[in-house]
């Protein structure tokens, strides 16, 4: 699908996604939790004013802060360049069928170049080069950064990682940290016969990378 067209449908599905963000919609999210806290604090009058804190805290994140990411996805949605990323590991919690809903780590290489970007073999292939390294200690320098890469699994949001080009062979790739909403999975889960997934990177050296739900990104979706 058209760069132009993938990247107006993620915009549209993040206006959509945000009118949820309002008090109207999140009520009920929002005083789910400060229900029984107070209860609690009316049985444990000690423990009165770190619950009523606990409380006021929840209310804040389900209103207020996740409202705040709508601009930077926005800029994200306009700014951004859609991209294939193939799976180097991910959290087996993903492949999971009707796993519960959430965000869980993978790690994914990608490229902004146009000829790597259209040859989703060329990333699959070069993750499951990298992944060979896991744990492993290689001699060569590059090859010790790429091992390094992917044996550490503590995931940072937005973190990304140029690989060598020794390693790459020339393009220029990208190990990146990417979070993953099951809600936006086809089905729900990773599957093994699909190692890839359609996301959008801020370009440059650094910058955010976001999953596109499975349905904005599919042509007949």
Same mark, same amino acid.
């Given at each position: 699908?058209?760069? %132009?067209?993938? #990247?107006?449908?993620? #915009? ?41 804190? /606990? ?21 994200? /949605? ?36 146009? /000829? ?13 080069? /990298?992944?060979?390294?896991?744990? %492993? ?19 940072? %949001? ?29 089905? #729900? ?33």
């Amino acid at each position: 699908m058209d760069a %132009k067209i993938v #990247k107006a449908r993620y #915009k549209d599905e993040l206006d959509r996604q945000y009118k949820s963000f309002s008090w109207k919609s999140r009520r009920w999210q929002a005083i789910a939790l400060p229900i029984p806290l107070t209860c609690l604090a009316l049985l444990y009058p000690q423990y009165w004013l770190p619950l009523t804190a /606990a409380s006021a805290v929840w209310i804040v994140y389900t209103v207020v802060a996740q409202s705040r990411q709508y601009p930077e996805l926005l800029l994200l /949605a306009e700014n951004g360049i859609p991209v294939t990323a193939a799976i180097n590991q991910a959290n087996t919690i993903l492949f999971h069928r009707g796993s519960r809903g959430g965000e869980f780590p993978c790690l994914v290489f990608f490229s902004f170049d146009p /000829a790597t970007n259209d040859n989703p073999g060329y990333l699959v292939s070069l993750a499951e080069k /990298a992944f060979e390294l896991k744990g %492993k200690q290689p001699e060569d320098p590059d090859l010790q950064q790429v091992a390094s890469i992917v044996t550490n699994e503590r995931a940072v %949001k937005y973190r990304r990682r140029r690989i060598p080009i020794s390693f790459t062979g020339g393009p220029v790739v990208y190990a990146a940290d990417l979070f993953v909403d099951t809600n936006r999975l086809k089905g #729900k889960r990773l599957t093994p016969e699909n190692p890839v997934l359609p996301c959008i990177a801020a370009p440059g050296e650094k910058g955010a990378l976001e999953l596109l739900p499975w349905w904005v990104a599919e042509e007949k979706a």
